[in-house]
């Protein structure tokens, strides 16, 4: 970050990393891209995720998420709901971070504030989803007989363009209360806050590899995450018509599920709600006989 | 046969005579137009195809092919029919569905004689299973119709218009069942195709849809191969693809659909495990893993195909298996005794007899039951491989036939790891007399439709579908109702 005029201090500027297994590497590729402010002045260094970290990434994340969705709802609702907390306490910084990406500051203050909120709003999803959306179905033969919902497995999601936090927190929070894991591609353009929400992760009881976040240029890197063979489902905001095309084409070789998030906006109150949850999860039925 | 003791001889001393179902009372035309618009018309280009009797290669009927422009008729048609069917009362839609229903139940047996004669499958099935569990599919979602407000709270329910669906002929009547009976109670008009080797009983369906006086084009049946699919996925006047079938079909599908705004349901492939442990009532077990792998001549796609019996028991339960199997009868599909019936086409047999040639030169051990088979027609013995492993190809692809797999494993992880090495995702069974056993096993194994202690059970309240690449979406039960409707905040 740029040093603070009229300080005599200088300042400690961050290096942007991304985060992969609970960790925070570099991209192994060694690439970086310039973020820069309006006056084309460099804000960071941000690093341009290769493929291969990528993989990692779907490595770690299918590696994390048979135990994080064994999580109890209860668990995993207090997980986000500390992740809310640590958000909160970092409000400060998640704004500054916004306006030095060029958004107003009280625009900032608003996007904090409702991602603080929609994380709480998830948090409270997590043990409630399940009695809304299962089944006891009233078979006919003399069987028990209930559809549940279970998390789709492992989940790659290109975040908003233009909301570099709460289209972010929007996305994650319904995927990972329902039990998936999943690989983040930030906003190219907004992509500071992401790496930051890292941190919160990190700092909240969230196990290494259930989110991964990575930055970097998506014409690069999408093709990746829609044909990769064990991803289950790819979420996407904000795609062009020939992209969202290609990539449902290449989402086709192992029969993933293909959710577009495409023009929402994430500020209004009909951006929340558990069908967001739902898009990514599978109904089980499961039948027993009744009898001796 | 030889009966050493410990086999069973359900006909010792006594013969089966035959027990045919009669046919003398079903109709059958001797050619079928396509169903559009409410009445069957002939095919622009004026071509018909056989469909053969699967048990004896004679020729049953003579079916219209279907090219694009007959495909856009009946879209058009459908999307004519649209406006008014979406603007009718919900309830009188319902009754509607409910006429369907009642109509199939009256001419039920000579919907199951005609299944029976189309496809190869045992009368016993198509008689006890799958004409009325389609009737009762239409009856379970008439009752829908006017009751989608409470389905999905929070949401107003939608229709999305013109639905092309695309059904597989292992359960033909069935699965037209499971297409139209939930497009139309949530007021979508449909354009089916079904499969082009058994056809007959969606001709039929498209009499008691005539019959049952829904309004001209709601519902339009045509027939006709791949390219027939092809031109209903294809065509930009259809809002919405359901497919059942193969998993290698519906990857085109999806790729088809890539950039277009229809919505789709894919009921695709499955290599289910079937998991006895040693802890099973190993009788039942026995029956469970017989009708798992030989009902419909394992034409079914939750077949349980991949066998896992804990070691301890592995030797008595194989050697049941054997004894059980020698008791089924294979033979023709009309007469009430049979237990396995045609293969439903020539092609079918050969990719089958494919798979038995893989099997055993991947080193596996074949069995097959001495049952005598006819001389007419196509036919598999109830096979098994033992001494086969995770990478044989016998274990991972889908084969579609009277073919069981069998491995073994000693641990609950073993067990598991096993099962859930697969691209497929669609059914499991496991059989254990330990409650805490079952439901660790059914949660954690990766499949839609898990049964315990039992298998191959379906019922239209009850969800049906795939994870991984069995395909996305449920048919069947509230669940169901998804595939046929937009969800607005």
């Given at each position: 970050m740029a040093q603070k005029s009229g300080s005599k201090r200088l300042s400690v500027a961050k290096t942007y990393k991304i985060y992969i297994d609970g960790k925070f590497p570099r991209t192994e590729s060694g690439r970086y891209f310039a973020l820069e402010d309006s006056k084309g002045g460099v804000i960071a260094n941000v690093c341009r995720s290769s493929r291969k970290d990528f993989r990692n990434a779907v490595v770690a994340a299918r590696k994390a998420q048979p135990g994080w969705a064994k999580a109890s709802a209860y668990l995993r609702g207090q997980v986000l709901y500390r992740v809310a907390e640590m958000l909160e306490g970092r409000r400060d910084q998640f704004i500054a971070e916004l306006v030095l990406q060029g958004v107003g500051q009280r625009a900032a203050e608003k996007e904090v504030d409702l991602s603080i909120d929609r994380l709480i709003y998830f948090a409270g999803w997590a043990d409630k989803y399940q009695q809304v959306f299962s089944a006891v179905n009233p078979v006919s033969s003399s069987h028990f007989n209930f559809s549940i919902l279970e998390p789709t497995g492992v989940v790659s999601m290109l975040a908003p363009n233009d909301s570099g936090l709460l289209g972010l927190v929007s996305n994650v929070a319904p995927t990972i209360v329902g039990g998936n894991t999943c690989i983040v591609l930030a906003s190219e353009k907004l992509p500071l806050c992401a790496v930051s929400f890292a941190e919160v992760l990190h700092a909240s009881d969230v196990p290494g590899g259930v989110v991964n976040i990575l930055t970097g240029h998506r014409s690069e890197l999408t093709g990746q995450f829609a044909s990769h063979m064990d991803v289950n489902a790819i979420i996407y905001c904000d795609a062009d018509r020939k992209t969202a095309q290609s990539l449902q084409h290449a989402a086709a070789d192992n029969i993933k599920r293909v959710v577009s998030r495409t023009r929402t906006d994430w500020f209004k109150s009909s951006a929340q709600h558990p069908y967001l949850i739902r898009d990514t999860q599978e109904v089980k039925t499961t039948w027993h006989p009744i009898g001796v | 046969m030889a009966t050493p003791e410990n086999k069973l001889a359900f006909d010792a001393g006594w013969q089966y005579s035959p027990a045919p179902e009669s046919t003398d009372h079903i109709k059958v035309r001797k050619r079928y137009g396509l169903f559009i618009g409410g009445d069957f018309v002939a095919p622009e280009k004026g071509k018909y195809f056989d469909t053969v009797n699967p048990a004896t290669e004679e020729k049953l009927s003579r079916v219209a092919l279907a090219s694009d422009a007959d495909v856009d008729k009946a879209v058009k048609a459908a999307r004519k029919a649209y406006g008014p069917w979406v603007r009718m009362k919900p309830a009188e839609r319902g009754k509607y569905i409910y006429r369907i229903a009642r109509i199939m139940q009256e001419r039920s047996r000579e919907f199951a004689a005609i299944e029976s004669l189309d496809g190869g499958k045992p009368i016993r099935e198509s008689r006890d299973v799958d004409v009325p569990l389609a009737a009762a599919h239409f009856f379970y979602y008439a009752g829908w119709a006017d009751k989608l407000e409470y389905a999905f709270p929070g949401r107003k329910a939608r229709p999305l218009g013109v639905a092309g669906q695309i059904i597989p002929w292992n359960f033909p009547l069935l699965m037209a069942a499971w297409k139209i009976a939930p497009a139309l109670a949530c007021g979508n008009t449909v354009v089916l195709k079904p499969a082009e080797t058994t056809p007959l009983t969606a001709m039929k369906l498209a009499e008691v849809v005539a019959d049952a006086g829904i309004?001209?084009?709601?519902v339009n049946i045509v027939t006709g191969a791949g390219e027939t699919g092809a031109a209903i996925v294809n065509h930009p006047g259809v809002d919405k693809i359901a497919f059942t079938g193969s998993t290698e079909v519906g990857r085109i599908i999806q790729q088809a659909l890539a950039g277009t705004n229809k919505k789709y349901t894919l009921e695709l492939g499955g290599k289910a495990a079937n998991i006895i442990f040693a802890d099973a009532a190993i009788d039942q077990a026995v029956e469970g893993i017989i009708n798992g792998i030989f009902f419909n001549q394992g034409h079914v796609c939750c077949a349980g195909s991949r066998l896992f019996v804990q070691e301890s028991v592995a030797e008595e339960v194989i050697q049941k298996l054997k004894d059980r199997m020698e008791t089924l009868i294979v033979g023709d599909p009309l007469d009430k005794n049979t237990d396995i019936g045609a293969i439903n086409s020539r092609q079918q047999l050969d990719t089958i007899e494919s798979y038995l040639a893989i099997g055993q030169g991947e080193g596996g051990e074949m069995y097959q039951s001495s049952c005598p088979v006819p001389d007419k027609g196509y036919w598999c013995r109830p096979t098994l491989f033992t001494g086969?492993?995770?990478?044989n190809r016998v274990v991972q692809e889908e084969i579609f036939g009277p073919v069981l797999a069998i491995q073994t494993f000693r641990t609950f992880d073993e067990a598991l790891t096993k099962a859930n090495n697969t691209p497929y995702g669609l059914s499991g069974g496991v059989w254990t007399d330990k409650g805490a056993k079952i439901f660790k096993m059914t949660q954690s194994v990766r499949a839609g439709v898990v049964w315990a202690n039992t298998f191959n059970k379906f019922d239209p309240t009850s969800p049906f579908g795939g994870y991984k690449e069995s395909g996305m979406g449920r048919e069947g039960g509230l669940h169901g109702l998804d595939a046929y409707l937009r969800l607005e905040a």
């Open positions: - | 309004p001209d084009g709601v086969v492993s995770q990478s």
